[in-house]
């Protein structure tokens, strides 16, 4: 069964993390580029969980011991990764009377999400799920993509963004707005960018050649 991609803004959410391990530590890397606050809860953590805790300026805290139930109150999302799989079962159980969004490591039925695999370029994120049939096979097209997709995308999203408020203010026409957008994307890869005087230049443009 296929999975549907919401796109959630998790900065500043409160993550909880049971477990310090391999797969704790690659879910945590993952996470930390979308700016949640996690909360590492294990006896032990690997040596690079220690180091991404380090270095996270407080984003990433351990709290060095066994999970309690308690450890829920107050997150936004769990994720159960001991290496106990009775444990991983009953905080899935828990999260579920609660209703805070969980994913189980090695049991998908338990899971409310599940990771894609992922490109990240700025604000331009694709995600890549089998709906967990063959997560190999994501790993596989997220290298291909990547590949197809060129470089510095996630500057020019950026720089797109910044003249959304000039176009609208000076823009009535949607149809004349969308050609507008369409135009600028496809000189913006051409060109690996976009200045404001060409944004300007386009807008005066489409703005006469709409009114002939
Ligand atoms: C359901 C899901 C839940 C979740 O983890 O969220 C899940 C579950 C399981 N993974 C297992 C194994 C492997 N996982 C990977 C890799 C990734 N797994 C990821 C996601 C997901 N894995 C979710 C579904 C994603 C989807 O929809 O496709 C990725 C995309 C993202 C990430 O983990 O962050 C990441 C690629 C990251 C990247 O490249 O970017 C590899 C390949 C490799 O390591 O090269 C293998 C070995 C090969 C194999 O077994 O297929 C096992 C069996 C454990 C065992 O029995 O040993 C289970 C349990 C089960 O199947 O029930
Ligand atoms: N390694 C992999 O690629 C995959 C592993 N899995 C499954 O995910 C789970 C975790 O895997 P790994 O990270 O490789 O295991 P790991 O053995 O590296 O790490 C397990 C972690 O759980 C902690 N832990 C144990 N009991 C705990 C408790 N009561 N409270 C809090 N923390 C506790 C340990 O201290 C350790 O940090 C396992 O069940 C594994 O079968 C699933 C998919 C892929």
Redesign the pocket.
């Known amino acids: 069964m296929a999975y549907f991609p919401f796109f959630v803004d998790i900065e500043g959410k409160g993550c909880l993390i049971?477990?310090?391990?391999?797969?704790?530590?690659?879910k945590a890397l993952t996470l930390m580029d979308y700016g949640p606050d996690i909360i590492v809860?294990?006896?032990?953590?690997?040596s690079e969980?220690e180091r991404l805790i380090k270095e996270s300026g407080g984003k990433l805290t351990w709290r060095c011991?066994?999970?309690e139930e308690s450890d829920l109150e107050n997150m936004d999302f769990v994720i159960a990764?001991?290496?106990?799989?009775g444990?991983?079962r009953q905080i899935s159980i828990w999260c579920r009377e609660r209703k805070i969004p969980v994913n189980v490591?090695?049991i998908q039925e338990e899971c409310s999400f599940i990771f894609p695999a992922l490109i990240k370029d700025g604000g331009i994120t694709v995600g890549i799920s089998t709906g967990g049939s063959a997560p190999a096979l994501a790993h596989y097209l997220k290298e291909k993509l990547k590949e197809a997709i060129p470089k510095g995308l996630g500057g020019l999203a950026n720089q797109l963004g910044s003249y959304r408020e000039m176009v609208r203010e000076r823009v009535n026409s949607h149809h004349v707005r969308r050609s507008i957008f369409r135009t600028m994307t496809e000189e913006g890869i051409r060109q690996g960018k976009y200045t404001r005087e060409q944004a300007e230049e386009l807008i005066e443009r489409k703005l006469a050649e709409h009114e002939k």
């Open positions: 049971a477990g310090g391990g391999t797969v704790a530590c690659r809860v294990s006896p032990q953590v690997t969980m011991r066994e999970f990764a001991t290496s106990d799989e444990l991983n490591a090695d």
